[in-house]
Each structure stands twice: as structure tokens, then as C-alpha cells.
């Protein structure tokens, strides 16, 4: 029995109540007593576990970096820039509609599809928007439906929850999820857990990670748009390249840019505490690349990842082009920004340096991640 491993009532006091929730929807969908209600998870009623799996899988309770890599990339953490990259390119759908209905060039929609179609995976756990802008994890089985959850919403997801509703059903073998960076640490913690009941993770197929600097609270973001937009009308919201500093919302019948600053204050508290800017643990991961209209950034990281990526690209499925290399170069120092100011953050909140709040990791490994080595 492992002794960091608690229960649904620690997972409350040291996760829920300290505001250091992700909303990731690891522990939701597994138990009658947690569920997610408008962007937070809510406890229905009180569990005297004494260990559970929302405890084992939360990205935001203790974690060992080396055992999630271990159970992802069978070697310990890649404490590299971007994490373990075996590759990083430039891609994009070879489909101009994809192209024009995702949110850069149509990647992640691409690959979901791709490995649906050929039977890779049975189902794909995406996320959708529904009613009111609220994001929501949405099961997948047809390729044809991928391009309906495309584009970035950037309000926080509990998408894990479908994976965990899906892992269940008997009829059901692989499935793949796409997921922003904790989402991919909460399935590596799955995969990596002691607990006899690791939840179906031998069931989880590729992960498509997507890059994440943070994302934004529902309630409290919906109520200041809501002046400003009707949210059922919104198609598409955007961050465009610095210098722009602005956040963009497309809809029907109007475009705002409104000032990045006035967005922050709805970051999620657990974003600033965040390592991770480029999912590093899910088996590729997808972001934009800036000053390239239309294209992705992809990193193939696991040898599934890479095997993925080839299929694609042989299928004429996925365009493959180098990616510049001020672009590589400008990912890296974003990405160990956000380390280093997660780092500050976390010590500010702890009051200590050798507090590390929810990482379990050595100094070694800290100084690494740091440095970038
Ligand atoms: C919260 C958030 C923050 C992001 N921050 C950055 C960033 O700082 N830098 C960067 O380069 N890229 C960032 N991205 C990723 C970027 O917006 C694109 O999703 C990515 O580049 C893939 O582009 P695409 O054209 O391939 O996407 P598409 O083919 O349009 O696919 C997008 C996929 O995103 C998924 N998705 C949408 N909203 C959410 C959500 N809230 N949670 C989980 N999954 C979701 C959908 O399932 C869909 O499959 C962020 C995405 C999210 C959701
Ligand atoms: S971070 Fe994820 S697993 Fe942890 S409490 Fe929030 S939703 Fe649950
Ligand atoms: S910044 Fe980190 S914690 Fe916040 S949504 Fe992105 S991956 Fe999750």
C-alpha cells in the first residue's frame, strides 16, 4: 500500500479546496461521488476510502515524474526543453476543409481521424463545446465526427472523464485521447499506478497532447463575455503571436480582440504552478507555429507517436515540412519559461524551496528541468 496514495476525502483537502484543481476529469466518471458541474468538480457526497483512484491519478496530488515517464517512454523523465522529442516538424491536414475548420493546420483532427479510420483506436476521447461555451470530454467512434470538436476552446476541460466512462465498456479495446499537458500526466500517473485497479489504462492508445501556457475558469470567464458576445454564437477564439498580446473571439456576427490582460485574471491558480507547456508526456504533441499561418508544431516523442505520425504522412493524410529553426528555438525558451516560473510559483506558495507542493522529484532532476538538460 502505497502511503501517498489517500483517499476522495484528501483529494478534497489537498487538491479541491487549495484551488490546485486542473479539472483535468481524471477523478470524474469512475465513483458516484465526484462529478464536474460548470467548470468544477464537485463532491456529491462524502468517501471514507482510504486510497482511491482520483487520489492516484490526479495530476495535482504526489507525483514522480521518473514513474510517469517510465510507464509513457519505459526511461525516466527527459528533462530536454520540449521533453523527449525524437522528431519536431511542421505539419498540417493535407485537407483544405480540416485545414479551415481546425484551429492552426488541422493536425490533432487529422490524426484522430486518421487512426479511427484504420482501426488504430476504437473510439477518441475528444473535447467538444456545447451550450453556453462550456467545454465537455465527448467519445468519438466515427471519423467523420472527429472535425466536429475542432478548434481550441480555452477554457479548461474535465475531458478525462469520457476515457474513464469508455475504459469500462467490454466492447471497447484502444482508445485514444487527445489532452492538454495534465491531462497527459493524469494518464501517465494511471499507467504508472501501483493500485490493482488502474482503471482499463492498458486500454489507452495514442495520446495526442496538445502545447498549454494555461486555461481560463468557466464561470467567471462566461459571465465577462456574456456582456460583450452571445456565447452561442462563438466560432472560434484565437491568441495570435506576440506582439499582438490580445485575445481574439470570432462569432456570427462580430470579431473582439480583447486585451490579454484583462483575460489573465480567469487562469486557473493550478496553471501558474504548471510545468509542463508542451504535453511531455502524451505519445506526440501539437501546437501552433507562430508566424506560420495554416501550420502546426508537432513533437513525436514515443515510438507509438512516431508510427502514427509515418502511417499519416505515407496516407497523404498529413503534410510534413521542417520546421524553422527560430521557431524550435523560440518553443524551447517558452517552454522552460513556464518551468522556471512554475517553479518561483510553487516556492511562493510554499514558502520554502524544498517544497514542492504536488512533485515528488529529486534536486537533480529540478535543477535539470530548470536548466533544460
Ligand atoms: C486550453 C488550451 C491552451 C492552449 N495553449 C496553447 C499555447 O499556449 N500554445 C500553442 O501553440 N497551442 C496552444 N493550444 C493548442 C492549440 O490551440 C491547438 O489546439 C493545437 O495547435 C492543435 O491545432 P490543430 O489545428 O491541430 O487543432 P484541431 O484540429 O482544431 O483540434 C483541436 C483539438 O483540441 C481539443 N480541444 C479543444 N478545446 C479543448 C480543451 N479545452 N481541453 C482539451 N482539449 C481541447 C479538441 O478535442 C480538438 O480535437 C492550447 C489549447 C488549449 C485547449
Ligand atoms: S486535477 Fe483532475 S484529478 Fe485532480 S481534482 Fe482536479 S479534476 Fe480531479
Ligand atoms: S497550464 Fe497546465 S494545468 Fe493549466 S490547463 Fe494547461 S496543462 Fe493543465
Redesign the pocket.
Known sequence: MSPDIKGGRQLLADVINRDLCSLCGACVGMCPYLTAYKGRVVALDDCNLDQGRCYAFCPRTTTDLDAASRAVFGAPYDAGPIGKARDVFMTRSAAGD?RSR?????????L?AFALERGLIDSAV??A?GGGML?EGTLVRAASE?IG?????????P?LAAFNREARREDVAKVGV???PC?ALALAKMRASPLENRNNADKLGPVIG??????LRYQEFARFLREKVALNEIKKFD?PPPPANVFQVFSDSTSLSIPLDDVRGFIRNTCNLCLD?TAELADVS???AEGVEGW??LIVRSDRGAELVEAARAAGVLEVDALPDENLNHLKGASLGKRRRAFANIAAMTGSESDLLYLDISDELRRRLVEGE
Open positions: 480540416v481546425g484551429q492552426y493546420g488541422g493536425t490533432v483532427s487529422a484522430a475528444l473535447t463545446t467545454p472527429v470538436c475542432a478548434r481550441s476552446n480555452y477554457v479548461a476541460a475531458t487527445v489532452a492538454t491531462q496538445l502545447f498549454c501556457t494555461w486555461a491568441i507547456m501539437v501546437g501552433a502546426n508544431t
